[in-house]
C-alpha cells in the first residue's frame, strides 16, 4: 500500500507506465504469445500444402478436372504398391469440387433470403413474446451438434425423401448411372441451410439494431410505410453485413463434415443441374465428408497425401472466405454500424 | 444508464415509432410486394420456432423413450449382438474429459492473446493481422485443423503425448492430441468474450488505476482482469460447447477405440496419452452412416450430449446475466 502512495508523488510516474521494464517484458510475451497464431496459421497451410503435392503434382491440372470414376481412382490410390516409385496418383477430383460447390451455394443462396427476412421479423414485425422466444431459438439452432443434424437428416429426412420425393420412374430412369436411396444433395442443403441459419441471423439482427433510428424515422415521417422504410433504408445500409454474413456462411458450408458424410450418401458422383430437379435427389459427396470417409486411410501415404490436397483446397478457399467477410464487417463499422 | 433501462427505452421509441404511420396510412401505401415481404417475414420467423420445436420435442421423445441407467452406466462392448453392446459411459467420461482438457489449454492463450489485442495493439498493423488470423481460425473446417492436428503429433518431437509402435511410428492420436486441436476450437470463443469484457471496462477506471501509481501491467493483473472474470467465463464455456459438439477431430484424432485405452504406466498420464471415443463419435459410430448401425442407442447418446450443449449454453446466459458489471 505504501509504495502506491509513494508512487504519486513520484515525479516520474507518467512516463513509467510505458517505461517500466515489468510491463515492456509482459507486452513482449503476449506479443509474441498472439503472433504465434499467425505462425501457426502459416505453418498449417505450408505443412498441408507440401504434404498433399505429390497428389497436385502427380495430376497437374487435371487433378481439378472430370473424367473417370473418382471412387475407383480413390481405391485405385488406396491400394498402390508399397514402393514409392509405384505410387498411384491419378486422380481427376472434380465430382467432389463440384459437390463442395454446389452444395454450399444452394444452401447460401437460400440461407441469404430466409435469414433477411426472419431478422427482419425479429427486428421490426415480431411481437414482443415473440422477440423473445426468438432470441433463444436461434441460439439454439447454433448451438446443437452437427451430429445431431447429421442424425435427425439420416434417420428422418433420408427415408422421407427416398420414400416421398422418389418415384419408381425416377429410380428407373437414372439406374444405370447412379442408385437413389434418398441420401441426396437435396437433405444435405436443406440441413446445412438451417445449420448456417443462426450465424446469418445474428450477424444480421445485430447490423439491424444498429441503423441508427433517426435513419427510418426519416423516412417514416416522408409518408412511406414501415416495410418500405425498412426495406429502402435500413436494409441498404447494411449492405456490408449481409455480405458478411452470406460469406462467413459460405465458409462454414465448405467445411461441414460430419453432417454432409452423413446425408448425402457418399457417392462420388457430380450431379448435374440440367438434369432438371432429379439432380437434386441424387447422392454426392462434398471434400470435407471425403476427408472424414477416409479418415482410417490416412497412415496409408498416397492415399494420405490425396486427402491433405484436399484439406489444402479446403483450407485456402475457407481462409479466403473468412478473411473477405473480416474486411466486410469491418468496413461496416466506418459507419459505426455494426462495428464487431 | 443501465441496459435495461436503454432496452425498455428503444422499444418505447420502436412502439412510437411504429404508431405514428399508421394514423396516416391509407390503404394504398401499403403495396402487395410490401404485404408479401411483411408476409414472408413472419412465416420465415415462425418457421425458425417450428424447427426448433419440432427438433426439441423429437429429440426429447426418442431419446427419453430409449435412455436407461444401464446404457449410461456401462462401457460400450463390440459384439455381433445389439444386446451385449453396452451402454455409453466411456464416450461421456471422454467427452467431458476432451472439453476440460481443450478448454483448460484455449483459455489462457485466448485470454493473453485478448489483453494484447485491447491493452496494447502495438504495432497496429501486427494486431489488425492477429485480429484476422482469429478469423480464419474460426473458419477453418475442423477436418482440416483435425488431419493437420495428425501430421503434427505423427512427427517424433511429439511421441511422448500418444502410442508409438514397435517400429518407432508414432500413432499420433491421444487425448492430448484431440484436447490440443479443440483448444484451436475453442481459442476464438474465449478471445471474443474476453475481448468484448475488456472493452466495455471504460477508460476511467484505468485512468483511476495509472493515478494509483500502477503500471499498465498490474493494471491488468489487479483491476482489468478480475472485472472482465465473467466475460472469460462466458467465452470458454461457450467454447466448451464447441469442443463438446465437435465430432471431425474425435474421428480422425481420438482413435476409433470404444473405450478409454490408456497408454503406458503412469497413472493420470496413461489416460490421456490413450485413445477413446466421445458421445459424438458414438453418435456417429452407431448411426446408419457408421458401422454400429443401432439408432436406439445414437438417439440416446445424442440426447445426453444436446443436453450437456444446452447446459452449457444456459450457464453462458445465466453469467451473462449475473455477471454485468455497471461501471459508475
Not at chain 1, 502459416?42 to 471412387?71: H, T
Not at chain 1, 501415404?301 to 481462409?319: D, N
Not at chain 2, 494484447?116 to 485480429?131: D, K, M, Q, S
Not at chain 2, 489487479?222 to 465473467?230: A, C, E, I, N
Request: glycine content about 8%; charged content about 15%; aromatic content about 10%.
Amino acid at each position: 500500500m505504501d509504495e502506491q502512495y509513494l508512487g504519486i508523488f513520484d515525479e516520474s510516474d507518467d512516463k513509467s507506465k510505458n517505461e517500466h521494464p515489468t510491463n515492456r517484458r509482459v507486452e513482449l510475451m503476449l506479443g509474441a504469445l498472439a503472433s504465434l497464431i499467425l505462425v501457426f496459421i502459416a505453418g498449417m497451410v505450408i505443412f498441408v500444402f507440401l504434404k498433399g503435392l505429390p497428389s497436385l503434382a502427380g495430376n497437374g491440372i487435371s487433378w481439378f478436372g472430370g473424367g473417370g470414376n473418382v471412387d475407383e481412382q480413390l481405391t485405385n490410390i488406396f491400394n498402390s504398391p508399397a514402393e514409392p516409385e509405384d505410387y498411384v496418383y491419378e486422380l481427376s477430383a472434380f465430382p467432389l469440387l463440384w459437390s463442395t460447390f454446389l452444395i454450399a451455394f444452394i444452401a447460401v443462396c437460400i440461407a441469404t433470403v430466409v435469414s433477411i427476412f426472419s431478422s427482419i421479423f425479429i427486428v421490426e414485425f415480431a411481437p414482443r413474446p415473440l422477440e423473445r422466444i426468438l432470441e433463444p431459438v436461434v441460439k439454439f439452432l447454433a448451438a446443437i451438434p452437427s451430429v445431431i443434424y447429421g442424425l435427425l437428416g439420416i434417420l428422418i429426412l433420408v427415408p422421407w425423401i427416398n420414400n416421398t420425393l422418389i418415384t419408381e420412374e425416377m429410380r428407373v430412369s437414372v439406374r444405370y448411372v447412379i442408385q437413389l436411396d434418398g441420401t441426396s444433395v437435396l437433405a444435405g442443403v436443406i440441413i446445412l441451410t438451417i445449420m448456417i441459419l443462426p450465424i446469418m441471423i445474428a450477424i444480421i439482427t445485430d447490423s439491424l439494431r444498429a441503423v441508427p433510428r433517426v435513419w427510418s424515422e426519416g423516412a417514416l415521417a416522408l409518408g412511406v410505410n414501415r416495410w418500405r422504410a425498412l426495406r429502402t433504408v435500413s436494409l441498404r445500409a447494411i449492405r456490408p453485413a449481409i455480405v458478411a454474413a452470406a460469406v462467413l456462411a459460405t465458409a462454414r458450408a465448405l467445411g461441414e463434415a460430419i453432417m454432409l458424410a452423413m446425408v448425402t450418401g457418399s457417392i462420388g458422383f457430380a450431379p448435374n443441374p440440367f438434369d432438371g430437379f432429379l439432380f437434386f435427389l441424387e447422392p454426392s459427396r462434398p471434400l470435407a465428408a471425403t476427408i472424414v470417409d477416409g479418415a482410417e486411410g490416412l497412415s496409408v501415404e498416397p492415399f494420405g497425401q490425396t486427402m491433405y490436397a484436399f484439406a489444402f483446397i479446403l483450407i485456402i478457399s475457407t481462409a479466403f472466405l473468412s478473411f473477405a467477410g473480416w474486411a466486410a464487417r469491418k468496413s461496416l463499422s466506418r459507419y459505426s454500424i455494426g462495428a464487431k | 444508464m443501465s441496459a435495461t433501462a436503454t432496452k425498455r427505452r428503444k422499444a418505447a421509441a420502436r412502439r412510437a415509432g411504429s404508431a405514428r404511420p399508421k394514423k396516416i396510412r391509407s390503404k394504398d401505401s401499403w403495396s402487395i410486394g410490401d404485404r408479401i415481404g411483411v408476409a414472408m417475414a413472419w412465416f420465415c420467423g415462425l418457421m425458425l420456432c417450428v424447427v426448433a420445436a419440432a427438433i426439441t420435442l423429437y429429440m426429447a421423445w426418442k431419446g427419453l423413450a430409449f435412455i436407461n441407467w444401464e446404457i449410461i452406466s456401462t462401457s460400450p462392448e463390440a459384439s455381433l449382438e445389439q444386446s451385449k453392446t453396452g451402454g455409453f459411459l466411456d464416450p461421456i467420461i471422454g467427452t467431458l474429459l476432451l472439453t476440460i482438457l481443450g478448454a483448460a489449454i484455449a483459455t489462457p492463450v485466448g485470454v493473453a492473446v485478448a489483453i494484447w489485442l485491447t491493452e496494447y495493439g502495438r504495432p497496429a498493423p501486427l494486431a489488425r493481422f492477429v485480429e484476422a488470423g482469429i478469423e480464419v481460425i474460426v473458419g477453418a473446417p475442423s477436418i482440416v485443423l483435425a488431419i493437420f492436428g495428425l501430421l503434427v503429433f505423427q512427427q517424433g518431437l511429439f511421441s511422448p503425448f500418444s502410442f508409438t509402435a514397435e517400429g518407432g511410428e508414432v500413432f499420433g492420436r491421444s487425448f492430448f492430441a484431440a484436447g490440443a486441436v479443440m483448444s484451436l476450437i475453442a481459442l476464438p470463443f474465449v478471445v471474443g468474450g474476453t475481448r468484448e469484457a475488456l472493452n466495455s471496462i471504460p477508460r476511467h477506471v484505468r485512468e483511476a488505476s495509472y493515478a494509483l501509481g500502477k503500471d499498465q501491467a498490474s493494471t491488468i493483473r489487479r483491476v482489468l482482469l478480475p472485472s472482465s472474470r465473467s466475460g472469460i467465463a462466458t467465452g470458454s464455456t461457450l467454447g466448451m460447447a464447441q469442443i463438446a459438439g465437435d465430432t471431425a477431430v474425435v474421428v480422425v484424432l481420438l482413435g476409433a477405440s470404444l473405450q478409454i485405452s490408456p497408454e503406458g504406466t503412469i497413472p493420470g498420464v496413461d489416460v490421456l496419452k490413450g485413445t477413446g471415443s466421445t458421445l459424438t463419435s458414438f453418435v456417429f459410430q452407431n448411426s446408419p452412416a457408421g458401422e454400429g448401425n443401432a439408432p436406439d442407442k445414437a438417439y440416446a447418446a445424442a440426447f445426453v450430449l444436446l443436453s450437456l450443449v444446452i447446459l452449457l449454453n444456459l450457464i453462458v446466459n445465466r453469467i451473462t446475466r449475473k455477471g454485468k458489471q455497471v461501471w459508475g
